[in-house]
């Protein structure tokens, strides 16, 4: 329970920074109740609904509320870290007050693979990591990457165990960084690109700089604007979708007449969220709308509804229409 009573220390220290007071009100008195087991389902749904806003408008200053990787480091201090055991951060109710100090640890599970090799896995929401040398690894929700603590030997390198990805590399000519994920190994030196790990299939698409994608006995060399897909035992090289040209993870997303599927598509990698929508006339309607890097998913749906009228609805993390 240490973690514990250090979030709360510093939740009640940085409270108002983030919320109007009534929200603050409303949260804490949740939270109370929710340690102690007294929510009910409706309760919960807006416990989720407040903490998902908190976690896509928090920022951190520095000035007041002091060094935002020593706050990390003294939370995670105290949880024991073992080579056999998980240790889950995601557990929203108890260590809520996590989400509301520091984005770079609410959605993570840490473990040890060896004395020198640590797993992120994100759960609902988007986080990103910076290595070691500098390079900055974005992770979409339900994604995990094993990567050492400090870089060794002549390559640098990770694994992404599944999902997806955003890899921005920091320039290293003499130590190449290699990206293992399935059966695609992903060469480059200092650049910037996307890999998706899909039940079928893995993709790497490239915004900035070379690439080197070997599968099998396949390789590719891939340019800005270019992306590559496993199809059966091959390599499949086609131009890059428009969406998957920008680094949507941290950045703001203005999109021009994309059809409502792309769309749908770009809002459940960076979310997580799904949709059961079948319709082709609907899919293939196309709009013009700006995602900022903080929109919540409900604020997207409803800049969608009011641009084509549709009754598109997100509930229990599905987008769902009439």
Partial sequence: MAIVRIAVFWYLLVENK????ESTSILKKLFSKSIHKKTNASEDKLLTILLRKIYHTVSWDEKTMGNKNEIKDEI??????????????????YAAAIAIITSLIIV??????SSNMLVATTT???????????????????????YPETFKGKQRNVTLLKGNAFFDIAKDPDHPFIIQSGKIKTK???????????????????????????????????????????????LKKEMLKSIMSL????????LKAIKLNEVLHLIQLKYGVKNTIKNSKINNLKL???????ASVEEIISQINYITNLNLRYENEIITTD
């Fill in 18 to 21: 983030f919320m109007h007071q």
């Fill in 76 to 93: 995670r201090s105290g949880i024991p870290i073992t080579p056999v055991k998980t240790i889950n951060l995601t557990f929203l109710k």
């Fill in 288 to 294: 013009t709308l700006f995602i900022g890097k903080k």
């Fill in 108 to 113: 993570f599970q840490y473990k040890t693979i």
């Fill in 124 to 146: 609902n929401v988007l986080d990103s990591i910076v290595l070691n040398d500098g390079s900055l690894v974005y992770l979409a929700p339900n994604s995990s990457l094993e």
């Fill in 188 to 234: 480059v030196l200092g650049t910037s690109f996307h890999i998706r790990m899909e039940e079928k299939e893995c993709s790497v698409a490239v915004v900035t700089g070379k690439v080197e994608v070997r599968y099998q006995n396949n390789i590719e060399n891939l340019i800005p604007g270019e992306e590559v897909h496993t199809k059966g035992n091959a």
């Fill in 247 to 254: 680094n949507w993870y941290n950045q703001d997303v203005p």
